[in-house]
């Protein structure tokens, strides 16, 4: 990958999109402007080493953290 976001049809909504999402703690970076969009009918996972940062991802998904940066989207509404 490039670090380019793969396109996908327009006319497909996002049920859940994040964009730049970012959490930082004393001395490390856990999520560095994190990028995706869930789509109705798609699986996800997330994979990673310990400390890659995959549980802070969720905790801020589900509210439960704060992101330093970024924005998410819940069927086009401002999330957070």
């Given at each position: 990958m490039?670090?380019e976001?793969?396109?996908r049809?327009r006319?497909v909504?996002a049920?859940?999109?994040?964009?730049?999402?970012?959490?930082?703690?004393?001395?490390?970076?856990a999520?560095d402007r994190?990028?995706?969009?869930?789509?109705e009918?798609?699986?996800?996972?997330?994979?990673?080493?310990?400390?890659?940062g995959k549980?802070?991802?969720v905790?801020?998904?589900?509210?439960?953290?704060?992101?330093?940066?970024?924005r998410m989207?819940?069927?086009g509404?401002?999330?957070?």
């Amino acid at each position: 990958m490039d670090g380019e976001r793969p396109r996908r049809d327009r006319r497909v909504k996002a049920l859940l999109t994040v964009e730049g999402l970012t959490k930082a703690y004393p001395g490390v970076v856990a999520n560095d402007r994190v990028d995706f969009d869930i789509v109705e009918g798609e699986i996800h996972a997330l994979l990673g080493e310990n400390g890659a940062g995959k549980s802070t991802l969720v905790k801020m998904i589900y509210g439960l953290a704060q992101p330093d940066a970024g924005r998410m989207t819940l069927r086009g509404q401002p999330y957070a």
